[in-house]
Nanobody, 128 residues
Framework: QVHLVESGGGLVQAGGSLRLSCAAS????????MGWFRRAPGKEQEFVAA????????YYADSVQGRFTISRDNANNTGYPQMNRLNPADTAVYFC?????????????????????WGQGTQVTVSS
């Protein structure tokens, strides 16, 4: 199995940028597809972005398309979303998730149930 730890969250002004990190330990990160989800206060968990194990295929929620870029460095067992042009609606706890490529259905990249491993989350707050 794999253990995930997110970092890089914080307070940023609207229009600013943040880059979150997801450090993986345990089994090689290249064995897993990666997803990012977020939960805003009083709202349900929301899909943000996902990456295939290689990083060659990426997927984005409509709300972040063109502003967020997901990437990964399998050699260093780390994944990243680069988040640009942030706005207050992006305020949430962001979670990194991993799905073993064995049995992973790429068409379900947006479903939390597809991911077996989750980090503890990192808070992102965007002020207006």
């Amino acid at each position: 199995q794999v253990h995930l730890v997110e970092s890089g969250g914080g307070l940023v002004q609207a229009g600013g940028s943040l880059r979150l990190s997801c450090a993986a330990s345990g089994r090689p990160f290249s064995n897993y597809a990666m997803g990012w989800f977020r939960r805003a206060p009083g709202k349900e968990q929301e899909f943000v972005a996902a990456s295939s194990w290689s990083g060659r295929s990426t997927y984005y929620a409509d709300s972040v398309q063109g502003r967020f870029t997901i990437s990964r460095d399998n050699a260093n067992n780390t994944g990243y979303p680069q988040m640009n042009r942030l706005n207050p609606a992006d305020t949430a706890v962001y979670f990194c998730a991993a799905a073993s490529i064995t049995g992973y259905r790429s068409t379900n990249y947006y479903r939390p149930s597809e991911y077996s491993y989750w980090g503890q989350g990192t808070q992102v707050t965007v002020s207006s």
